[in-house]
């Protein structure tokens, strides 16, 4: 069980929340500071950091499995570092990756049912997408299949990697190694999206099948200006993937 799970650091979370509701997101998690929440494919956690704090406005990238020892134990098999973490909230795994960039894996809760898909009421359209630079894009591409994402698309700027229970993980060419921005993928026509945001009075345009949505942490440069949601590729070329 492998899914894109990003943490989104914010000093709005009254915004992001409106925002995400929306978009199509369910809430699943609301402990105080701390909100986690589904999309149709993914899952998104939220901390609410005060204005002026370093993480204010930043996204990490991050995944969920559901079984951290499995997990760890395939994908240094496959070639990859990765180690059992032990924090104040738990266990997590730490992986280090070629390029020197290092993330970490999130134990996945089920459920209700059993399995591993996230709450029904989501959009089932929506993706949310995880995102690292790195000078190294295929160091970085390599780590991504070792720990069990599927190949999609790939070219000298990016490669992007769909997850077995939902969500996009994408590496991006950059200068340094560093954490991406929150960006989702819409499968399905993005104008029903803009009249909810409209409903729930969030500030989004489309261009050539973009919808650009107002990011609430913009406020003061801590941001960029807008949150990217892309429609997804028409045909995608995922590869078996036994983890």
């Known amino acids: 069980m492998l899914r894109s799970r990003p943490t989104h650091y914010t000093s709005h979370p009254e915004q992001w929340a409106a925002l995400l509701?929306?978009?199509?997101?369910?809430?699943?998690?609301?402990?105080?500071?701390?909100?986690?929440?589904?999309?149709?494919?993914?899952?998104?956690?939220?901390?609410?950091?005060?204005?002026?704090?370093?993480?204010?406005?930043?996204?990490?990238?991050?995944?969920?499995v559901g079984d951290l020892k499995e997990f760890a134990r395939r994908t240094e098999e496959a070639g990859t570092q990765a180690e059992i973490h032990e924090g104040p909230a738990g266990s997590t795994v730490r992986i280090s990756a070629?390029?020197?960039?290092?993330?970490?894996?999130?134990?996945a809760g089920r459920a209700p049912d059993g399995t591993w898909?996230?709450?029904?009421?989501?959009?089932?359209?929506?993706?949310?997408?995880?995102?690292?630079?790195?000078?190294f894009l295929g160091l970085a591409a390599n780590d991504l299949r070792n720990i069990g994402a599927r190949p999609r698309t790939e070219d000298d700027e990016s490669a992007t990697f769909t997850t077995k229970n939902g969500g996009i993980l994408q590496v991006i060419h950059g200068a340094d190694v560093s954490n991406g921005e929150l960006s989702?993928?819409?499968?399905?026509?993005?104008?029903?999206?803009?009249?909810?945001?409209?409903?729930?009075?969030?500030?989004?345009?489309?261009?050539?099948?973009?919808?650009?949505?107002?990011?609430?942490?913009?406020?003061?440069?801590?941001?960029?200006?807008?949150?990217?949601l892309a429609k997804a590729p028409k045909q995608q070329t995922a590869a078996p993937s036994s983890s």
Do not use: M
């Open 184 to 228: 989702f993928e819409y499968d399905g026509d993005v104008e029903p999206l803009a009249d909810r945001l409209a409903a729930a009075k969030v500030e989004a345009r489309i261009s050539d099948d973009v919808l650009y949505v107002a990011n609430p942490d913009a406020v003061g440069g801590a941001a960029p200006a807008s949150i990217v």
């Open 21 to 64: 509701q929306a978009l199509g997101l369910v809430k699943t998690v609301d402990d105080g500071g701390w909100c986690e929440y589904d999309a149709g494919s993914g899952r998104l956690a939220v901390g609410h950091v005060d204005h002026g704090h370093p993480l204010d406005g930043s996204t990490i990238f991050g995944v969920e």
């Open 98 to 107: 070629e390029d020197g960039f290092e993330f970490f894996a999130f134990p």
């Open 117 to 135: 898909a996230t709450a029904s009421e989501a959009d089932p359209g929506l993706a949310v997408v995880a995102s690292w630079f790195s000078p």
